[in-house]
């Protein structure tokens, strides 16, 4: 069997991997349209502030590793078409037969409609080459400006005060973090930043970028625009093929497209709310991972299916950890859905140990079961796992009000701030 | 209504607390045998280590609260008997009228059959009073042996290396935290200690505490043994008033003993396990509270019920955190209960960020139902808690192997440790 994908980021990289692993015999080959083998783009704001030492780094798979498992390496090229019905993927003057096509053709930066946007002061941060444009420039600037408040916006700012650059985030919603945070989660994030000299404009439209970055509110002055405003499903060449798209690829659950034999993974593909059953988007690493797997399965004649997501993401600036699982109250909101919420406000260890605040922020139906929960503190991977876990187990905050957990002094309170919350939310059940 | 609870430790306090939350007017009373308030027996080996200040900051409750929240405390008194008929309790030369009654009784230290265990270099290590004795001897001894590597023994013993005092940890069962860990994982918390400085003697019984501490293998100098071999429920009293006990006072669900309105909680209290469905004991502060909260809603004219436990617990030793819930080897085997297991050895984050080890060991019934996880390493907290909400949601380690997490490389894996325990436990599955 001849298995070609088209994209080979961390969804096609780890497709190739996966199938290898249940398959020893068949061809398997990534065709990538950059010229560079995959690396961990969540990686790149750690290089930029020098938590990592360089953009090497982020490339964790050698050349060596891709021959041990037999995967071909086709960089640079650019599929311009597939013939369904020969099975066929044609790039350049090449024309290759496949058994089975992954489309793994990831995501593009979106970039909001700004005069001046091509400006040489600009940078839209989408990949490693861009990454590598900021990191040249920081050694000579002074004042820098992000346009978006989201993880990578923020994490790039982060960056840029590691190197003593004065940076302001320019965000057109009304908080930082808008996909995963409420307003008033968002606003404790917001202080911390400032606390740290991260300065944030938020409800504000950049408008135009010439000698100075013009918003709907006022002028500011920098050296250096980074845009990070979100990315969205490259489907170019799904559409131009007929392929069904929405938001991005549509996908059933075996991760198989509308046409025979051909899969798609990653960023390029739409998921579907694991609370509201609708479309989403979900271009996290971890989804491209769980996707490539499930498509690894069925592609080797086993069977999987991929799930309804809650897109469970977290980050960590200045040394506080933000998580944020399933629904936020905007959403709610969009949706028609009432929810409850319990927010705690607490400290990670009893008042004798050295310790950290937390607050936890739950969200559930009014039958009470839990649907989101944002949490920022100290701690937080395994706390953001237990509460996806709580909703895709459908549990009540009644329940979790009183559950199992763990607790010693040196490593937590007595009572768990994710449960506390959960009680404050089952308190108005009654 | 009068609300008398006899024992003030941590069961019997939340007790209160929980019941003057819910309700304003009745009477509550504690009679507590000790002659102090609740203070943290968890937080004990931190005062001996110097990581908490003294040992006043483990009493968090003072006295204005108690009066605050108009909670009666009666020290010093050991009640002598209660006339369940006419709902009377007695100590000393008084008696009290009660509607309800709180049985809370506690724990005491088991001590090993051993010659010479009246001997004054011996320290039975259960209360704040036996601590405050280490506490003072610490300062002038070079070399202790405790006895019993359970979590406090070695939280003992970690706070006498941090005290620059030379110890030996002596266990009679074949690892150390028996309780919590299978062999091999135990294996790696043993090395750990040993770098640090911790020797210990596994398979090896202490027969005589003379001079030398002289066990069936080998003698052993020292000027002060710790015992702290585990603890029995506190059942006399229970037991002499006819009180169902089995290994503690047997509770219903809404943690009513036989004796109409003599309710109980805490250390005194047989729980019923998870897995098994047997008794099992689960002296855990964790439990005592959520237990507190459910005799609460109960005498409070509201419905909770108390579910079986897993008795999921944590510690952290030299940096290293322990983590455990659910069935461990040894008692699967017991219980005539076939387990396939799923262990990862790997790191906590990314290859390019500093990072640090993590061990995870998951339990699964033979149709993947996860029965029991051991975690070492760091950042367990949320962890645990995740595997205990796994369990009693009883998943399979095969959905668990592709279940949703959250990454970014400051805070975690690309590949969520846990799941990759599940994952190599599924396997086993095919």
Known sequence: MKIVIVGGGAAGTRAAIEIRKRDR??????????NYREYSPCGMPFVLSG?????????????????KMKIGLILGKKVKNIDFQNKKVMYENTEMYYDKLIL??????????????????????????????????????????????????????????????????????????????????????????????????LNE??????????????????????????????TDLAKKLGIETNYGIKVNERMETNVKDVYACGDCVECTDFITGNPIMSQLATTAVRQAKVLAENITGKEAKFGPVLNTSITELFGLEIGSTGLIAERAEKEGIKVLTGKYRGKTKPEYMERKDIIVKILADEEGTILGSQIIGKALVGRMDAMCLAILNKMNVKNLANIEYCYAPPVSQEFEPMYLACDIAAKKLR
């Open 25 to 34: 015999n068949s061809e398997i080959l990534i065709i990538n349209e950059k």
């Open 104 to 201: 793994a053709t990831g995501s593009y930066a979106f970039v909001p409609p700004i005069e001046g946007v091509d400006s040489e002061k600009i940078i839209v941060f989408k990949n490693i080459d861009d990454a590598k444009k900021i990191h040249e420039k920081m050694k000579r600037i002074k004042k820098a400006v992000v346009i978006g408040a989201g993880l990578v916006g923020l994490e790039t700012a982060y960056a840029f005060v590691k190197n003593n650059i004065n940076v302001t985030v320019v965000e057109m919603l009304d908080r930082v973090l808008p996909v995963m945070l409420d307003k008033d989660m968002a606003e404790i994030v917001k202080k911390h930043l400032e606390n740290k000299g991260i300065k944030s404009y």
């Open 205 to 234: 439209k950049v408008l135009e970028i010439g000698k100075k970055v013009r918003t709907d509110t006022r002028e500011i002055e920098c050296d250096l625009v980074v845009i990070s405003s979100g990315v969205r499903a490259n």
């Open 51 to 67: 938590d990592v030492k360089n953009f090497e780094a982020l490339q964790t798979l050698d050349k060596k590793f891709y021959e």
